[in-house]
């Protein structure tokens, strides 16, 4: 295995274009798919041209990386936020439809490249956060946890044919675990540790029996939700330490973590880890209009590696590029700083060796 491997979180920036295909109701569904497809092969072309190890089809399918569950299940209603934002609640059971949306995005990607193909979900107890509602949800699932336990079959399900399909990388998104960093976001709950700890359960009923070594890597983005500053949300203060025994627990192979910024605390909680476990080294910045340059990168990474093996670290930018369905980025300069992702990684290699043993 190649050393400091260079991939992508998850999305990319869409061009209006696409948006517009994805969200269009109307347009017939196998052309709406043919379009989707030639987009696809563009942005995948773009993440190899870059020179990453690993890509991803940017979430361009997807109205929104959450909602994808309501393509997995029925008893969702769908609304939009005023900045367009695809806005979804569970109002009835769940119900599966025929599974394989997401499956189907990675046998696409997986036909198309030869590069490590990753393909993400979200977390239980994330959906549970964003999709339940006191009122609205109230009468199909009385209580958010019932409504998060009926979620994991469903995703169970998606994550076995991505086992067949034989991805590389399987990602689950969390942003809600990593908030519980915040003094503030603690205080919301009466045992902030309980519901740490059921967060941490959910996710590990979802990977129960995949967690080995013969299939894809399974891993968890600890989001610090540094792309919802694009929105102008809230950035959430607080070093790891606070749910360090919480990651440990995960029974994953590798957790990713936004450390381009001050505010997410020192490195030195790398060593708190558990020894196997692999770090995706949030180590580039995903800000609008701020774009790091190689040394940067460089000298982040090798603040870690005062705390944790080479053969354990991977590089990624901190959050996905797309912070949801309504935001605008450069795509142009998201391959810059992809570009200077991959140099990094290079210039990473030649000082500490380019292959990993094992």
Avoid at 254 to 262: C, G, K, L
Avoid at 294 to 322: K, M, N, Q, S
Wanted: aromatic share 6%.
């Amino acid at each position: 295995m190649t050393l400091f491997p260079a991939s992508v979180v998850g999305s990319m920036p869409r061009p209006a274009w696409v948006r517009d295909l994805v969200f269009d109701d109307v347009i017939e569904p196998e052309l709406r798919r043919t379009r989707l497809d030639a987009a696809i092969a563009a942005v995948v072309a773009m993440q190899e041209h870059a020179g990453l190890d690993v890509v991803t089809d940017g979430e361009w399918r997807r109205r929104s990386y959450i909602g994808v569950i309501a393509e997995l299940a029925h008893g969702f209603t769908l609304a939009f936020a005023a900045d367009g934002r695809p806005l979804t609640m569970v109002t009835d059971e769940l119900m599966p439809k025929h599974p394989g949306f997401i499956a189907d995005e990675a046998r696409f990607v997986r036909r198309i490249t030869t590069r490590g193909v990753k393909v993400t979900l979200p977390a239980p107890a994330l959906l549970g956060e964003r999709m339940w509602d006191p009122e609205g949800s109230r009468r199909a699932y009385p209580r958010r946890e019932d409504f998060v336990r009926a979620c994991i079959p469903i995703l169970r399900r998606e994550l076995e044919l991505l086992f067949e399909i034989g991805v590389d990388v399987v990602q689950i998104d969390d942003p809600h675990l990593c908030l519980f960093v915040d003094p503030e976001v603690r205080a919301q709950h009466a045992d902030a540790d309980a519901a740490l700890g059921f967060a941490v359960d959910a996710l590990n009923e979802l990977v129960d029996g995949f967690d080995r070594l013969d299939g894809p890597r399974l891993c968890v983005h600890l989001c610090r939700r540094a792309g919802a500053r694009v929105r102008g949300e809230a950035a959430h203060q607080g070093g790891y330490a606070p749910i360090i025994d919480a990651i440990n627990r995960l029974r994953v192979h590798e957790v990713t973590m936004e450390f381009s910024e001050a505010r997410a605390g020192g490195m030195d909680v790398l060593a708190m880890l558990r020894p196997e476990l692999g770090i995706g080294l949030g180590c580039v910045g995903v800000t609008p209009g701020i774009v790091d340059d190689v040394d940067t990168i460089v000298e982040r990474v090798e603040r870690a590696l005062r705390h944790v093996d080479p053969a354990r670290i991977g590089l990624v930018p901190d959050c996905g590029f797309a912070p949801g369905a309504g935001a605008r980025v450069d795509l142009d300069e998201v391959y810059l700083k992809l570009c200077h992702e991959v140099a990094a990684a290079e210039r990473l290699r030649e000082r500490h060796g380019g292959v990993a043993l094992g």
